[in-house]
């Protein structure tokens, strides 16, 4: 077990095998550290172009970014557990320096390169026969054999094609082709993946390592520990709230655990938790970290180039079931403490219910007030300032920051943290709140450029990050100065140096994994895009699930499980939506349900961040069970356990893709968020066999059936009344004119896929505006006639909505379904809630007959 004292990066470098050498060396990796976060800088700015200076292209940075994410890993992590961990040796500094030269090539020979694209060289093979080799080495030291393993097998299945069975089978691809393909191509190693790994990823993933460094994540721990420690169980729901926090800015779920978790799980198990069931908490609220926006971690990134749409809708349909996941999980931390029938911590008393509401109602109001004055205030001095908005905004930025600061100082500085002081009292809100409020100006930064100024996520996160180099180096200097009174020092700006090189290169050493995470899935990417072997996948599992989308999708969450236990969250994304994403989208076309290509990508997303969990090589547990002192296995099992929620939550959204926000209205969005809260709440005491009082099987059973109405209604209603009626096809025209404008037909339709198989997908087709049938019609750009009875598409117009749909020539329409009137279908909301009412009645009558006080088995909970 590790030393609880160890440092935060010393329980990183321990937890994921990483070395940490002293003397020359350790001064050579933080310097090679330090310029990579330099460069990123300094690509990400708008300084080249301003001076014409550094100016390269994507290739050339994706080949410098491997260039040190390899060069680090041999250099940081180990060869075997055997190998020594206080010094470098020469053998790891020469395969670095060789395995970076290979990754420098595309660089160094960048416009030869270009000059002769196909056309390999002795040296340009010889290159990428070192480069791919010692790639597949470094993923195994940095992320362990599994990513390596099924990268080689790809590799050798690119060769061996000839040589597969039956389905397996391909003409193959030469030695020089795969190498070509591989490493000298940006369709392989340098592909999209990491692409997105060195203009975007680092940035987010520096950003957070220096808000750190800053002093946030403590501030968000005190925070939480503030606002609800005096709850039952509140030290477990302060460190769901403080890793959600800490889930803005970070997206590694290890690193998260380890910050928060060093001071929350001994301040849990305090309260009661046991040592597993502290570390399973941690686990689960540092791994939704990743599904939280604004930062996502590396994946949602990767989502932007592979759905081809912007962050900003991304982050709008991933942000309500994110929210949703984390209000259940503190609700399950609520549901164990009434189980083991804790207390509040120390003599400070819950407010009434109605001052606490009328606090939090405050607090909104205050945060949309706040919201509403920066957004129409900057909006409207823009136009004013013109030429000057940008020096105009830095200069108000830099009062507001100056103000924060004065406040700040006004305020008792925050106590150290200290795991090993009795949990007696509780920090006071207004004193913590006040007293950090400057850390909260560079995700206002990061979260206006994305949202409002629509900047790419790399500039937008590059501009936060200004922000908050201005705020390390000056923060320690200015609130020594405001306080005044000599009492309290927090340095001087040479103390802010520090921070700031420290913030830098600890932003490099979280990067290195990532980098080369993302460069070996290209290899599997690449494979794919070579052989084809895309859609023999995707026969073999429409095989096995027989055809029905349910089923495929359960298989397609074991597959990421089973990928989850050896591969990180970025490669197993990459793997199974390059894979399997489009086949789902397929399939569900076949079956007659459209299912959007975010809600895909945002399910395989799911299932991946679970890889941190997934026992028995969830790393984030073991990272946490480091901490706690527990069982590795046991905390990942209850981690799961708890992260049920998470599990679930996918395959709502792909049924009901309103949780999502996809074509719905800002109130039909608030009514969704609400009841979709209320489901997965009742969803949670379901699974966790508690909600008054301990449930009873059936009433569990009933719960979970509750939660499916409410998160489902259309289920039930489909069944009470279709919401089509069935048209014939030659009634086309006739159905456009009668459907209004806004208002969607289904199409089924039979053609040929692109290898010439038959092939019956459906659609939808929007209805746009025209007086006719036969205008509609044109508008969508769709022409048909009649043959022996069947209805035939004759033309389709280009770029046209009919076209954009997927409609083809000589395809056949086999069927138009309308929609009708019928009630909506959150009607069946009623007679969920009546089932609920009566779950409710049976507990209440069961808790009074119960008498008070006898914790667990006899306990009258009272509200917290």
């Known amino acids: 077990m590790q030393d609880k004292h160890l440092s935060t990066e010393e329980l990183i470098a321990q937890d994921v095998g990483a070395r940490l050498p002293v003397g020359p060396m350790a001064k050579a990796i933080a310097g090679l550290a330090l310029a990579w976060s330099l460069f990123q800088l300094w690509i990400a700015s708008p300084l080249p172009f301003i001076f014409r200076i550094g100016v390269l292209n994507d290739t050339e940075t994706r080949s410098i970014h491997l260039a040190f994410a390899l060069l680090l890993a041999f250099l940081a992590y180990p060869a075997f557990k055997r190998s020594p961990r206080d010094r470098v040796p020469l053998l790891d500094i020469a395969l670095g320096l060789v395995a970076a030269a290979s990754a420098a090539y595309l660089f160094i020979l960048y416009e030869q390169l270009a000059q002769r694209p196909g056309n390999l060289t002795t040296l340009d093979l010889v290159t990428a026969c070192i480069g791919i080799p010692l790639l597949l080495e470094a993923t195994r030291r940095a992320l362990g054999p599994p990513l390596a393993i099924i990268a080689l097998v790809f590799i050798v299945y690119s060769l061996a094609g000839p040589w597969m069975p039956g389905l397996l089978a391909h003409r193959g691809v030469s030695f020089t082709a795969m190498a070509n393909h591989q490493w000298i191509t940006t369709e392989g190693v340098f592909g999209i993946a990491l692409g997105v790994s060195t203009s975007f990823v680092f940035l987010f993933v520096l950003f957070g390592a220096l808000l750190e460094r800053a002093g946030a994540g403590h501030y968000f721990i005190q925070l939480a520990f503030s606002l609800l420690g005096h709850m039952r169980g509140g030290p477990a729901k302060a460190a769901v709230v403080a890793s959600g926090m800490t889930g803005l800015i970070s997206g590694s779920s290890i690193a998260n655990v380890v910050t928060t978790g060093t001071f929350t799980i001994p301040m849990m198990k305090k309260v009661g938790f046991s040592k597993e069931k ?260 995707a026969d073999l599992v429409e095989m096995l699930s027989m055809g029905n989308l349910l089923l495929m999708l359960i298989l397609i969450a074991v597959f990421s499980l089973i990928l989850g236990m050896g591969l990180p969250t970025t490669a197993n994304y990459i793997v199974v939506s390059s894979l399997l994403a489009p086949v789902v989208v397929a399939l569900g076309q076949q079956n007659g349900l459209i299912v959007p290509l975010i809600a895909v990508h945002l399910f395989v997303f799911y299932f991946g961040i679970m890889a941190d969990v997934t026992p028995p090589v969830g790393l984030a547990s073991f990272a946490a069970a480091a901490v706690s002192k527990g069982d590795p296995i046991k905390t990942g099992i209850q981690a799961f356990y708890y992260s049920l929620r998470t599990a679930a939550l996918p395959f709502l959204f792909i049924f009901n893709t309103d949780l999502l926000l996809i074509g719905v209205d800002f109130w039909h969005g608030v009514l969704v968020f609400a009841v979709a809260t209320g489901a997965m709440l009742v969803f949670a005491a379901g699974t966790q066999g508690y909600f008054l009082v301990r449930s009873r099987w059936y009433e569990s059973v009933l719960l979970l059936l509750v939660a499916f109405t409410l998160f489902r209604p259309g289920f039930w209603m489909d069944m009470v009344h279709d919401p089509y009626q069935d048209i014939p096809p030659a009634e086309l025209v006739e159905a456009l004119e009668a459907v209004d404008k806004d208002s969607q037909l289904r199409l089924r339709i039979r053609g040929e896929d692109a290898v010439g198989d038959a092939r019956e997908f459906s659609l939808l087709l929007a209805i746009p505006d025209g007086e006719t049938g036969e205008e509609k019609l044109e508008k969508i750009g769709l022409m048909t006639y009649e043959q022996d009875g069947k209805v035939l598409i004759d033309s389709v117009t280009f770029g046209s909505p009919a076209a954009e749909a997927g409609l083809e020539f000589d395809q056949e329409i086999l069927r138009v379904r309308a929609p009708i009137d019928r009630m909506a279908k959150e009607w069946m909301w009623i007679p969920g809630l009546l089932l609920f009412g009566l779950i409710v009645w049976l507990q209440r009558r069961r808790a009074a007959s119960q008498t008070p006080g006898i914790g667990s088995t006899g306990q009258r909970p009272r509200p917290s």
């Open 278 to 537: 502290a570390g399973a908490v941690e686990v689960a609220s540092s791994v939704n970290g990743q599904i939280m926006p604004p930062v996502m971690g590396a994946a949602a990134f990767l989502m932007v180039e592979y759905v081809g749409m912007p962050y900003v809708e991304i982050i709008k349909h991933a942000f309500l079931p994110a929210a949703i996941s984390y209000i259940a999980l503190l609700y399950i931390v609520h549901l164990e403490a009434l189980k083991q029938g804790m207390q509040p911590i120390g003599t400070h008393q819950p407010k009434p219910w109605l001052r606490r509401l009328t606090g939090f109602a405050f607090g909104a109001a205050l945060i949309s007030g706040l919201s509403l004055a920066v957004y129409y205030g900057l909006g409207w001095l823009k136009p004013v300032l013109g030429d000057y908005a940008l020096p105009g905004i830095g200069a108000l930025l830099a009062i507001v920051y100056l103000a924060l600061l004065k406040v700040a100082a006004n305020n008792p500085p925050l106590p150290a943290e200290d795991p090993d002081k009795p949990l007696e009292e509780l920090p006071v809100t207004r004193t913590v709140l006040l007293s950090g409020l400057h850390f909260l100006l560079p995700v206002v930064v990061l979260v206006w450029c994305l949202m409002i100024e629509r900047l790419s996520p790399g500039l937008s996160a590059f501009w936060g990050t200004v922000m908050l180099v201005v705020i390390l180096l000056t923060q320690r200097p200015l609130l020594t100065w405001m306080r005044g009174d000599g009492g309290q020092t927090h340095g001087g700006f040479a103390d802010g140096v520090v921070d700031l090189r420290e913030g830098l290169i600890a932003g490099a050493r979280n990067m290195i994994g990532i980098g080369i995470a993302t460069a070996a899935a290209g290899v599997i990417v690449g494979a794919v895009s070579q052989t084809g072997v895309g859609l023999v996948l």
